[in-house]
DNA sequence: ACCTGAACACCGTTCAAGT
DNA sequence: ACCTGAACACCGTTCAAGT
């Protein structure tokens, strides 16, 4: 890439970032090019999309939550690590605005450039439900897909602003659905509702 | 009401029905009104806002739930009238594909033709969720707005393609944590998380 | 190679001019 | 009273023309 064009593509990333915190993820891109003082033409030559902007920019975060994911991972209770990093991913998305239905949009379509982070963090989090499943400790009939979803409602919550007062709240109701309650061992007769 | 204008009126109605139908609630106003072989501007007369629009076309089923409310709170179990009646609301919100952003933001917005509507609503779900706390079978940690929130992400889960195949099974992940576990009668030592 | 202005087809809002 | 076309200020996409 020539000097000129990494001085460009790194500089409208730092404009999105402000634009995007300030604004949410629908921001103008136009409105971008222009803070950047740059032509909208070369904004969507450097990001085709507004997915590949937000990959752009996100990539560090996911990866972080991947990481995290990692380190909860060797920890000593897995339904503590499983919950604290759910806690971590809601709480990550709520710093850009709208980007749960981004996310939920890529985990299906492979020619997103969300996709495949949006994948990896779906695989880092069913890890660390099996994890929790095979202690015992969460309810066995959800997989990693349903965490994904779960987290991306939760998320969508804290994005309302009339409902995210009430989004920490929920996601302990939605937390202790997710963990098997240890009142009920149930060995029989008072099975948890299923599919 | 003048005679033509009533007519402009109900064809308009009838062709945003489709419209929303086929398009969701997001389908573009200009489109419906030349659909409808009407100026954009007199779509605006009659419906200054797309909310004023979708609140005429919605408040039959608004109403409707709200009686099928009136209806389960008479019957025998309060926890499965309350679970019943969740369910319809959030099969209902499918029929309109976006209708649950507009829902959750009008919920506190009184400027919003949708306002009345949203807090009616809410207002038979506290009472159906009152009934089956005061019966002891649903968790009393939360409340309407509460309710019309987990309403909302359940809904929104719905309206996201590659999420909805997961709907329903959440659903009743999410339907088991309002209800309290009747296995943990608990009444000590292992109480509920709280917020 | 990289950048850019301009044209394009949209959108919702507003309003003066018609019937 | 009610309707409407046109003007307005936006949006993202595309591309021929510049450096």
């Keep these: 890439m020539r000097a000129d064009a ?7 990333l730092a404009v999105a970032g402000t634009a995007i915190t300030e604004q949410g993820v629908d921001v103008s891109l136009r409105d971008i090019a222009r803070r ?5 033409a070369t904004l969507l030559r450097h990001f085709p ?18 990481a995290r994911a990692g380190e909860f991972e ?22 850009y605005r709208g980007v749960t239905v981004l996310m939920a949009a890529a985990i299906e379509d492979t020619e997103s450039a969300l996709h495949a982070s949006c994948v990896t963090l779906r695989a880092a989090g069913a890890r660390l439900l099996a994890r929790a499943q ?4 969460a309810r066995t009939d ?13 998320a969508w919550l804290s994005d ?4 995210a007062p009430r989004a ?23 099975a948890p509702p299923s599919p």
Tied chains: 1, 2.
């Excluded at 950047?36 to 909208?40: I, Q, Y």
């Excluded at 752009?56 to 990866?63: I, M, N």
């Excluded at 095979?134 to 400790?137: E, N």
């Excluded at 929920?170 to 060995?187: D, E, G, M, Q, Y």
């Design 6 to 12: 990494k001085k460009n593509r790194d500089h409208l």
């Design 142 to 154: 959800i997989d990693g897909t349903d965490l994904f979803a779960l987290i991306a409602a939760l």
């Design 160 to 163: 309302q602003p009339p409902l």
């Design 36 to 40: 950047a003082d740059v032509g909208l």
């Design 134 to 137: 095979a202690a015992g400790t």
């Design 168 to 190: 920490d709240h929920l996601f302990a109701v939605v937390a202790s659905a997710i963990l098997t309650n240890p009142a009920s061992t149930n060995t029989e007769g008072t």
């Design 49 to 66: 999309t507004r997915e590949a902007l937000l990959e752009a920019l996100l990539r560090t975060s996911f990866d972080e939550l991947t």
């Design 74 to 95: 060797t920890s000593d209770s897995p339904e503590d690590a499983l919950v604290s990093w759910l806690r971590d991913c809601v709480a990550w998305t709520t710093e």
